[in-house]
């Protein structure tokens, strides 16, 4: 039901701008209500200061494009590139996210020596790079679906000369033993963190570690916070595999 809020709250927003403008007749002046609707129900259901502004603009944004006369084949490419780059926001809730220098650098200070790291979710493959020229003695994996950011990833490893110690790979990391791993770093959304949990104490090695940036764990406190000092990425959140040693 989650995932049929935001075009259910579109669809709502549209049929009350319908009642007082005939979008046939005004297009813009019905877009504007529309979106002057999404946003005040945005905000009734609570919702992130970010969808309200997204659900407020997204109608009204269409409609002004639909004015501007531009080619069909313009919208198509700027559909793929988007399912290329940010396919887990519609499917798995997770944008793209970028993590900080400020993240390779704790890591880097974190880690044991010579320790295996996967990074479940690598975007365009920034920190993995950023890691391996700080710690060339870790073994990474870095894993990432969405083809267009994996794309990037490897572009970035190919200019950086192909660290051996660094693999990227385009697949799901939810189809990834996490049992193969000293460390499992992820920076996604607070949607799939239980099940990130889950996975964490059915596969994880004892005594292994789960990083999380920013997002926490429902329920389950960390056994470490590593501050970050951003406004957005505030701390790594490092929990130790319930199994291992504590």
């Not at 990074?119 to 993995?128: F, P, V």
């Not at 994996?141 to 794309?151: D, F, H, K, M, Q």
């Not at 099940?195 to 940036?213: C, D, Q, T, Y």
């Not at 957005?232 to 490092?238: H, R, S, T, V």
Request: proline share 8%; glycine share 8%; aromatic share 10%.
């Amino acid at each position: 039901m989650k995932r049929l809020r935001h075009p259910l709250l579109q669809l709502s927003a549209c049929a009350c701008a319908w009642m007082f403008v005939a979008p046939a007749l005004h297009l813009l002046p019905w877009a504007a209500l529309q979106g002057l609707f999404a946003g005040l129900l945005a905000i009734l259901l609570r919702l992130p200061s970010w969808q309200r502004i997204a659900h407020g603009l997204f109608v009204p944004a269409a409609a002004l494009a639909s004015q501007a006369g531009i080619a069909p084949g313009w919208y198509l490419a700027a559909l793929l590139l988007t399912l290329a780059l940010g396919r887990n926001a519609l499917v798995e809730r997770v944008p793209l996210y970028r993590s900080a220098a400020l993240v390779a650098e704790r890591l880097a200070e974190r880690l044991a020596g010579d320790a295996s790291l996967l990074e479940a979710g690598c975007g365009d493959g920034r920190l993995a790079l950023q890691l391996s020229q700080r710690r060339p003695d870790l073994r990474m994996r870095a894993l990432e679906n969405a083809v267009g950011s994996w794309l990037l990833a490897r572009w970035r490893w190919l200019r950086a000369g192909k660290p051996s110690q660094l693999a990227f790979a385009c697949r799901n990391f939810w189809n990834e033993d996490w049992g193969g791993y000293d460390a499992v770093y992820v920076f996604l959304s607070p949607e799939p963190m239980p099940r990130v949990w889950r996975k964490f104490v059915a596969e994880g090695r004892p005594g292994s570690l789960l990083i999380s940036n920013t997002f926490p764990v429902p329920g389950v406190a960390p056994d470490e916070c590593i501050p970050l000092e951003g406004p957005l990425q505030k701390e790594l959140l490092i929990w130790r595999h319930p199994n291992g040693p504590r």
